[in-house]
């Protein structure tokens, strides 16, 4: 595949050096606006967009794409509160987007246990849930939209949650995330329900970005001649 890179920052070189190693070609890498200029004159060579940019240049990026007629694979989070209409413009301009909050094959088999461990926990008397997440220092978003989506399958199992909040609760019906900022943590997610006699905890520990990087290449090798939103259920074939 020829493959452009949006945002050269840490993740994109890793996914630089996956798509390598997969005998993929960077054609480019744009991390500005003027860069981004270039598309029209690359469209013909490219075969997919892989964005790891920022949550406030996501959506005008992802709409390049879309105007261009080039699958958009992208893992930056923080621009979910557009995705409804994101989704809307991808089947008007009949465009591709593969978006994940974390494309780590083992993040997302952790989110396939949190959502067993929530309907599981359901009705269960006694225990409290609480997640925290651990990231390190120049990460933006705060909580990762790795635990906002954990979060959001845990609401939906549990009648008694309504939200969740980015700091203790206190009974109020909404789940606490508890996040933390640390040197160059690349990404530690914990979901933990406590009770006064024992505590269950689910977690998943990243040790490296290349399993990040891993995914973000497999969903652009699955995106190219497809059309639709599509997410790592799809690439994983969960049911």
């Given at each position: 595949m020829n493959i452009i890179i949006?945002?050269?920052?840490?993740?994109?070189?890793?996914?630089?050096?996956?798509?390598?190693?997969?005998?993929?070609?960077?054609?480019?890498?744009?991390?500005t606006e003027e860069e981004w200029e270039q598309l029209d004159t690359l469209k013909q060579d490219i075969d997919?967009?892989?964005?790891?940019?920022?949550?406030?240049?996501?959506?005008?990026?992802?709409?390049?794409?879309?105007?261009?007629?080039?699958?958009v694979v992208t893992g930056t989070t923080g621009w979910y509160g557009e995705l409804d209409e994101i989704k809307k413009q991808c089947n008007n301009f009949e465009g591709t987007l593969f978006y994940a909050p974390n494309f780590s094959i083992g993040i997302n088999i952790f989110f396939r246990a949190n959502k067993q461990l929530a309907?599981?926990?359901?009705?269960?008397?006694?225990?409290?849930?609480?997640?925290?997440?651990?990231?390190?220092i120049h990460k933006l978003d705060a909580?990762?939209?790795?635990?906002?989506?954990?979060?959001?399958?845990?609401?939906?199992?549990?009648?008694?949650?309504t939200s969740w909040v980015n700091r203790p609760s206190f009974g109020d019906?909404?789940?606490p995330i508890l996040s933390h900022r640390e040197g160059e943590v690349p990404g530690t997610h914990e979901v933990i329900y406590e009770s006064d006699a024992d505590l269950i905890s689910l977690k998943h520990e990243a040790k490296n970005r290349s399993g990040f990087a891993l995914g973000a290449v497999l969903a652009a090798e699955f995106s190219v001649d497809?059309?639709?939103?599509?997410?790592?259920?799809?690439?994983l074939q969960f049911g």
């Open positions: 949006s945002g050269y920052g840490r993740m994109g070189k890793e996914v630089e050096k996956i798509a390598l190693q997969r005998k993929h070609r960077i054609i480019a890498k744009f991390d997919v967009v892989v964005d790891f940019s920022f949550p406030e240049t996501a959506v005008e990026n992802i709409m390049h794409c879309f105007r261009s007629g080039i699958p309907k599981l926990m359901k009705g269960v008397e006694g225990y409290q849930v609480s997640m925290k997440e651990t990231h390190h909580p990762s939209g790795t635990a906002i989506k954990a979060a959001e399958d845990i609401i939906e199992a549990n009648d008694e949650l019906g909404a789940l497809k059309n639709g939103v599509f997410t790592m259920d799809e690439l």
